[in-house]
T-cell receptor, first 114, second 111 residues
Framework: NAGVMQNPRHLVRRRGQEARLRCSPM?????VYWYRQLPEEGLKFMVY????????ESGMPKERFSAEFPKEGPSILRIQQVVRGDSAAYFC????????????FGPGTRLTVT | EDQVTQSPEALRLQEGESSSLNCSYT??????LFWYRQDPGKGPEFLFT???AGEEKEKERLKATLTKKESFLHITAPKPEDSATYLC????????????FGKGITLSVRP
């Protein structure tokens, strides 16, 4: 019974390149949340998606960041024109429904911008 | 705005030395308070959900309690394998299910 899967686990990008982070929720889960963890800071909410819908993107930076969760395939967090300040660990979590309480997290993608 | 403050930032214990980790919170309406454990280089691992003041939950050497303003994670007779960062998060009532996290408490247990 696979948990939440994220890939790649580590990603190195040069400034100005694009980063694509993928998240496959637990089996049977159709709700995905993305969080960012900066060094010395707590996890910060970015975006909440259901299949084919963005429910809440209040935590997403206004520029360069986008997220999607298509009908088929994983959820994608896309960062365009990365800057050094984007270096962080990005985690996704999933739940079965919008009424579910517990969010189950993946292992994260560690993005390093050089 | 929902806020979560955890204290102390770091805690060093001797094996067998019981202690408590504190999580203070302010939230418009509490839907749930969550404790997670995070090991270095890994994602948060779910431990407990507490829903209302007075509630308690236990798992092995861990016990979580909740009041209207704070939650405690009590660790009884800790072992070195309990060393990790413990995260507290709140979820507010309403349509959005996002979690608001504290910065975490790094626990080190010496053998």
């Amino acid at each position: 019974n696979a948990g939440v899967m994220q890939n790649p686990r580590h990603l190195v990008r040069r400034r100005g390149q694009e980063a694509r982070l993928r998240c496959s929720p637990m089996k049977g889960h159709s709700h995905v949340y993305w969080y960012r963890q900066l060094p010395e800071e707590g996890l910060k909410f970015m975006v909440y998606l259901q299949k084919e819908n963005i429910i809440d993107e209040s935590g997403m930076p206004k520029e360069r960041f986008s997220a999607e969760f298509p009908k088929e395939g994983p959820s994608i967090l896309r960062i365009q024109q990365v800057v050094r300040g984007d270096s962080a660990a990005y985690f996704c979590a999933s739940t079965q429904t919008d009424r579910s309480y517990e969010q189950y997290f993946g292992p994260g993608t560690r993005l390093t911008v050089t | 705005e929902d806020q979560v403050t955890q204290s102390p930032e770091a805690l060093r214990l001797q094996e067998g030395e019981s202690s408590s980790l504190n999580c203070s919170y302010t939230v418009s309406g509490l839907r749930g308070l969550f404790w997670y454990r995070q090991d270095p280089g890994k994602g948060p691992e779910f431990l407990f959900t507490l829903y209302s003041a007075g509630e308690e939950k236990e798992k092995e050497r861990l016990k979580a309690t909740l009041t209207k303003k704070e939650s405690f994670l009590h660790i009884t007779a800790p072992k070195p394998e309990d060393s990790a960062t413990y995260l507290c998060a709140v979820q507010a009532t309403g349509a959005n299910s996002k979690l608001t996290f504290g910065k975490g408490i790094t626990l080190s247990v010496r053998p």
